[in-house]
């Protein structure tokens, strides 16, 4: 079975997601980190407390599902799930990817304290996108295309301001959706360098293994193979928009069996749904590990 | 006097690398675990290597032996493939085994290849069409070692290809002959073969595959699917191009406009009393969407390119219709079927993702460097062609004594695709592709000048009617709808299209909106189609449905 493993990032958590998680990696990671995990919806304000919260949920079901040796052949994380996507292709141990993403959960939050966010546009093409923020950008007024998460569903990263402008320009030329986001700091663009080296010069630190799978990376969409591009991913997705749209493309001439998306959500999946209905899916927000490593079996078996 | 010259060093060459290998063939067999060993002492640095991927078949136990090969023995090949399909025909290149590829059809890897090109890591020697690529087999691509696949192989290394025989003759014909090394996995070795597709003689080591070559349903298409705006357009096609021309010779493209067209021509065509009058020859994949027609006596003969999973027992049932050996299965043959296209045929259909505003088409869009499959042979007007078909004569000029006809080109597109983007564009997405992948040609699938028609839901343009490019463009913005390309069209203007017959509205040509219902189709399901096989047609797991 080729199975691809999709981790999301920040947008899908909830008070009350980490009931299930297994306690004592919960100890475990709030020792390593310091910081409590209050999983509350109040608590879910917080970057720092999202992002740990979503990868501790991640982790402990790439463990559960490993622990019954299932192992992905293709891994894609978006923006905060490359971590955990890392993780599952054991390049980075876990007490380093908690410390890896505590620090940068506390980098984004104080790099930009007010004033920066992100949008989304739906119903324009991509260059039709760029075109637009082309006509809004200024130094002083900055906004950048972001994250490609569909043909037709893009984001934008900025001041407010200029997002603002952005997207009633958007609205203007057809756009059937453009919004601001809740997220506070203008991830995936140029703005967030400053937090990019920083990270960097502690992933330069830790010990990384070659992967056991393929990688694909956020920063360019390729499917990567070698511990240098997944390194350059994980220091740097911050400044680069992800490319989620491309690296789902790549993922399926892998031509895999099977996907499962990891918690929280299902956006991930239904995205893959419209591209292709050649696909076992399973999404761990709406099942037991147990019920996964059924369909697992199940899947194996009529495949051979 | 000077020392002769040595006429004959590929044969030299050939015969010390079968000599270096002999200590892992008996005869020309070699084991199944002993493949990467064998393309180890085979495959020399640069060597051009035809890897068979077909439209359906995939040599795909070659395929991945090939990707363990050692890089410090084997690298820098330069690969020759009619279609990239699967991942490892690119792996190779990840892995530094090969670098240069010539290839005619990249669907289904097309992103990773755009990725390649941009960052180096493979260089393209061109995009051909399937006939350009077969002939330069024979002229300076003649390749060092071909990778095959049969299905079946006998003691002496004959080979039994079967339905699925596509181009398999024509890669091993180009190295058999020119002291090229022909490698072949074997899905099966037998005592007796059902016939013999290619003699041992052309085949020098045979490695029995650890299991069946992939195989695709590629052609197979769910009449569930097929929804009343292509009915709609179907029946425009049927009456303002198949029936205005008398066609009797065609081919169809995969897409659900054709399949629907296949299923109205035993109801709507045979009210309009065609029968027997246009659709008799076809060169087609057996697909099964042609069955009622096929059982209702509309079609006489039909050619096949490749084979189709699913369909073996009706063809073998209906050796009147299909082209069917002695032991009962169907041959097919690519290269000759992609000639007939172009020199037998009266007509082409087919569908596109863009037209631009001057009727250019093609299926590459940005960042997927796709290539295109049997449209560019099949939908272009060989200039040289003299037939004196009542179709090829109709698009005659009336004004030249010295005239030619023309063959039809028919694209039948909905104005917006499945992704809610205009099918018509100023310009196509391939004109961009070609600056980023450096391509010495813009990637477009069928040309303008070989575009006889175009059919929307809109109604038909007749561009082989236009005088001039202004007036194309104008015929093509009549039936553009409201895409921006369409906008620009003027009713005055489209007025004066409709008057002179180079644009007919559905009105035009008696064909009314409210009629075209899916009860039209004389098979709604798979279910119906294999009804009207008596039971013979077998569809593929993924098509069956349980419910």
Redesign the interface.
Known sequence: MRSLWLFPGQGGQHAGMLDQVNQQLKEQVEKWTNVKLVDTADAYQDSVQIQLSILLLQIDQVDRLQKLDWNPTLVAGHSLGVFAAAYAAKVISKEDVFKLVALRAKLMQECYPEGYGMGVVVGLSRSEVKKLVAQVHSETNPVYISNQNSEMQNTVSGKISAIEEMLELAKENGASKAKLLHVPNPSHSPLMQKAADQLNAFISTLDLHKPSCIYLANYNGHAVKNLEDITYDLGNNLIYPVLWETMMQVALEYQPTSSCEFSPGTAFTKLLKAKTDQLNIVTLSTMLVDDADYLFNKWEKNND | MTEEKNWHTHRDAKNARLASASSLLNGKFAKTKDVVEVLNALIKPGDKVVLEGDNQKQASFLSEALTKVDPERVHDLHMIMSSIS??EHLDIF?LGIASKMDFSFAG?????VS?MIA?GTMTVGDIHTYLELFGRLFIDLIPNVVLVAADKVDHEGNLYTGFNTEETPTIVEAAAFHDGIVIVQANEVVDKLPRVDIPSDWVDIVIPADKPYQLEPLFTRDPQAITELQILMGMMAIKGIYAKHHVQTLNHGVGFNTSAIELLLPTYGEQLGLKGKICRNWELNPTPTLIPAIESGWVQSVHSFGGEVGMEKYIAARPDIFFVGKDGTMRSNRALGQVAGQYALDMFVGSTLQIDQWGNSSTVT???LSGFGGAPNMGSNPTGRRHSTPAWQSLKPDDDPLAKGQKLVVQMVETFGS???PVFVDHLDAEKVRKEAKLANVPIMIYSEDTTHIVTEEGIAYLYKTDSMEEKKAAIEAIAGVTPVGLRSNPKEVKRLREKGIVALPEDLGVRREDAKRSLLAAQTMDDLVEWSHGLYNPPA?FRSWS
Not at chain 2, 108 to 112: D, E, G, K, V
């Open positions: 699967r991942p990840d289904p890897q097309s992103t990773r990725q960052d940005n960042g997927r992704n809610k983007k993924k």
